[in-house]
């Protein structure tokens, strides 16, 4: 195997990580690989171990010839036998391919809502499709979908995502925190979590949120501080912006909230279990699947602050029952998400394309 990965930047984010984490185990297991950012570079930059294959193309706009013609230069000196493409590079992808034709496109859907109604262009997919080879997705509704709507790919397969924390996690010295990561945009909802923690933190008023994420939306992000102001919780809700270093959040925060209304497989969900930090989370994408039904973390219905609120109140009450959970699940994820595991399944899945 030679991988060219494709994805749009190196902003923080759930497919960028991913490509970073797919990247550094590539290197570990010496499968000669590339990772081209074709808009913008960013900090996940920093976590890659070969900083050596990693190339940014700096383009302006989608027909910016003279990106897309460093990226076929590119390619061609690198000689992949698969072209593995995230999210939106799916299209660029299909257009490296023609200059390719021994490479395999695959396509890794990171983004949960193309099964549902917010298919940002999931529905522009249809007019590829038949270029693409196969297609990873990061949960089974996703597969499903796919399946369905694009009869063209014949190769598509539920690969989990895996995390990569650089360090251990104490847990050792909490505090009355609760933590988000999430980066603040529409679709992970930060305003059900503050209008819930509103009404918490009259119960718990000792309690402090912390949102840790990009903020590169502006006008979602002036929409959460205005919440913010207009409420006088300066005090006690903090926008902490992207942070690299997730370590000291984790071990500080007693529990973690994660309340999207839309979501695949959250890397940091993941993360947040190898953490062992008690989480509550959305039963949206293959959230619930991940937690057993609630065996190993919390479960709420997306989009009912009253719910999400019963089970902030109920983690804070019972933290000894969340903490066991929270044992519970990072045995789990071990277990089941560790990188050999999206190894062995991804390698199977490239065999099998003709």
Same mark, same amino acid.
């Given at each position: 195997?030679?991988?060219?990965?494709?994805?749009?930047?190196?902003?923080?984010?759930?497919?960028?990580?991913?490509?970073?984490?797919?990247?550094?185990?590539?290197?570990?297991?010496?499968?000669?690989?590339?990772?081209?950012?074709?808009?913008?570079?960013?900090?996940?930059?920093?976590?890659?171990?070969?900083?050596?294959?990693?190339?940014?193309?700096?383009?302006?706009? @989608?027909?910016? @010839?003279?990106?897309?013609?460093?990226?076929?230069?590119?390619?061609?000196?690198?000689?992949?036998?698969?072209?593995?493409?995230?999210?939106?590079?799916?299209?660029?992808?299909?257009? +490296?391919?023609? @200059?390719?034709?021994?490479?395999? &496109?695959?396509?890794?859907?990171?983004?949960?809502? =193309?099964?549902?109604?917010?298919?940002?262009?999931?529905?522009?997919?249809?007019?590829?499709?038949?270029?693409?080879?196969?297609?990873?997705?990061?949960?089974?509704?996703?597969?499903?979908?796919?399946?369905?709507?694009?009869?063209?790919?014949?190769?598509?397969?539920?690969?989990?995502? =895996?995390?990569? &924390?650089?360090?251990?996690?104490s847990r050792q010295h909490t505090a009355e925190v609760i933590l988000c990561l999430a980066n603040l945009k529409p679709p992970k909802n930060?305003?059900?979590?503050?209008?819930?923690?509103?009404?918490?933190?009259?119960?718990?008023?000792?309690?402090?949120?912390?949102?840790?994420?990009?903020?590169?939306?502006?006008?979602?992000?002036?929409?959460?501080?205005?919440?913010?102001?207009?409420?006088?919780?300066?005090?006690?809700?903090?926008?902490?912006?992207?942070? %690299?270093?997730?370590?000291?959040?984790?071990?500080?925060?007693?529990?973690?909230?994660?309340?999207?209304?839309?979501?695949?497989?959250?890397?940091? %969900? +993941?993360?947040?279990?190898?953490?062992?930090?008690?989480?509550?989370?959305?039963?949206?994408g293959q959230c619930e699947a991940l937690f057993e039904k609630g065996k190993f973390g919390y479960l709420v219905e997306p989009g009912k602050?009253?719910?999400?609120?019963?089970?902030?109140?109920?983690?804070?009450?019972?933290?000894?029952?969340?903490?066991?959970?929270?044992?519970? =699940?990072?045995?789990?994820?071990?277990?089941?998400?560790?990188?050999?595991?999206?190894?062995?399944?991804?390698?199977?899945?490239?065999?099998?394309?003709?």
């Amino acid at each position: 195997m030679r991988i060219l990965q494709l994805i749009d930047s190196m902003a923080v984010g759930g497919a960028e990580r991913m490509a970073v984490n797919i990247a550094n185990l590539f290197s570990k297991e010496n499968i000669p690989n590339i990772l081209v950012a074709s808009r913008s570079n960013g900090p996940m930059n920093d976590f890659l171990l070969d900083k050596e294959s990693f190339l940014c193309l700096h383009k302006k706009s @989608f027909s910016d @010839f003279k990106a897309f013609r460093q990226l076929i230069s590119t390619a061609r000196n690198f000689k992949p036998t698969h072209i593995h493409v995230h999210d939106s590079s799916v299209f660029w992808g299909v257009m +490296l391919k023609q @200059f390719l034709p021994s490479s395999k &496109l695959v396509w890794h859907a990171h983004y949960g809502g =193309f099964s549902g109604n917010d298919q940002r262009f999931g529905n522009k997919i249809k007019f590829i499709a038949g270029s693409i080879d196969a297609v990873i997705t990061v949960n089974e509704e996703l597969k499903d979908w796919i399946e369905k709507e694009l009869p063209k790919i014949h190769h598509v397969a539920y690969i989990q995502n =895996f995390p990569d &924390l650089p360090e251990a996690v104490s847990r050792q010295h909490t505090a009355e925190v609760i933590l988000c990561l999430a980066n603040l945009k529409p679709p992970k909802n930060h305003h059900l979590l503050v209008n819930a923690f509103l009404e918490f933190v009259a119960a718990y008023p000792g309690y402090k949120l912390k949102l840790v994420g990009s903020t590169d939306n502006p006008v979602y992000l002036s929409e959460i501080q205005e919440m913010i102001s207009r409420n006088g919780m300066e005090d006690s809700i903090h926008i902490e912006g992207t942070q %690299l270093n997730l370590t000291p959040y984790m071990e500080e925060a007693q529990f973690a909230v994660l309340s999207s209304d839309v979501e695949g497989l959250p890397v940091s %969900l +993941l993360e947040l279990g190898l953490g062992k930090v008690p989480i509550i989370t959305t039963a949206v994408g293959q959230c619930e699947a991940l937690f057993e039904k609630g065996k190993f973390g919390y479960l709420v219905e997306p989009g009912k602050k009253e719910e999400l609120l019963g089970a902030m109140l109920h983690v804070a009450a019972n933290i000894s029952e969340a903490k066991n959970k929270a044992e519970l =699940f990072a045995s789990h994820v071990s277990a089941k998400f560790g990188n050999m595991n999206f190894l062995g399944k991804y390698t199977n899945l490239l065999n099998g394309l003709s």
